[in-house]
């Protein structure tokens, strides 16, 4: 297990130095980060919306419901949901979410373009496939989820805001001022470091499983899901050494 482990690490560090080899062509890869950005990026802000937005409702009621007693104030409703949006929900499990829709489409690509020979095909035309294919996926969705991330925040505290006007558990003056209430701008940045790290594995990892996929349509399937599984494990594994380096 552990030589295999081994193995897969040794691989994929030989395939990201490909990756981020000089590009053949530049323009080339510019116009494809844009259709990168497109595919990947976009097309999700509908599901990054919708979550979010009804996560953070409910984590302004699980708040409201949870403070009974009148020696804390309600401005704690706000407050806590900016910290659990801010910190550790959108940056942390929109990426585990985004893991399963654009690293399964990643996978899933490039493994199908594998199995047919296509990857082989551009090989042969003194294209590097690996820098063609996979690093403009990278640098599009490096680029996009901080903005995904960014959005999330907002939608889940307006989330949490309409939830607490709606249920009249928690006045607008009151969640307002939660949310203001010792704001540290650091919060943003440690949430957009961590975002920009996730996307990374997101690409890199569904990517090499992709990449080095062999068989059929069944071993493609496999690589997708395999590609979508450690992802998740690695943000898991990551989020764990970020928090301890960048709030120690």
């Not at 925040?153 to 307006?158: C, D, K, T």
């Not at 990892?205 to 395999?226: C, F, N, Q």
């Amino acid at each position: 297990m552990l030589k295999g482990f081994l193995f897969h690490i040794g691989r994929y560090i030989l395939l990201m130095r490909q990756v981020f080899k000089r590009p053949e062509k530049q323009s080339i890869y510019i116009r494809q980060i844009m259709v990168e950005i497109d595919n990947l990026g976009l097309d999700s802000v509908g599901i990054v919306a919708f979550i979010s937005t009804f996560m953070g409702a409910v984590l302004c009621i699980q708040m409201a419901f949870n403070i009974d007693t009148p020696f804390i104030p309600l401005y704690t409703i706000g407050f806590v949901t900016r910290q659990s949006v801010v910190l550790e929900f959108s940056p942390t499990i929109i990426s585990l979410i985004l893991a399963g829709k654009v690293g399964s489409r990643v996978a899933s690509e490039l493994g199908t373009m594998r199995v047919t020979e296509q990857i082989d095909a551009i090989e042969i035309i003194g294209i590097n496939p690996a820098t063609y294919l996979i690093f403009p996926k990278i640098i599009a969705v490096v680029l996009i989820n901080p903005i995904l991330i960014t959005m999330s925040m907002v939608m889940a505290i307006m989330g949490g805001w309409l939830a607490g006007i709606l249920t009249g558990l928690v006045p607008t003056s009151e969640y307002v001022y939660g949310i203001k209430a010792f704001f540290e701008s650091y919060d943003i940045i440690y949430a957009l470091i961590k975002t920009v790290v996730f996307a990374f594995l997101i690409v890199s990892i569904s990517g090499y499983h992709g990449y080095y996929t062999k068989g059929g349509a069944l071993e493609v399937g496999a690589s997708s899901t395999k590609g979508v599984v450690h992802s998740s494990i690695a943000i898991i594994v990551f989020n764990l050494i970020l928090t301890q380096l960048l709030l120690s």
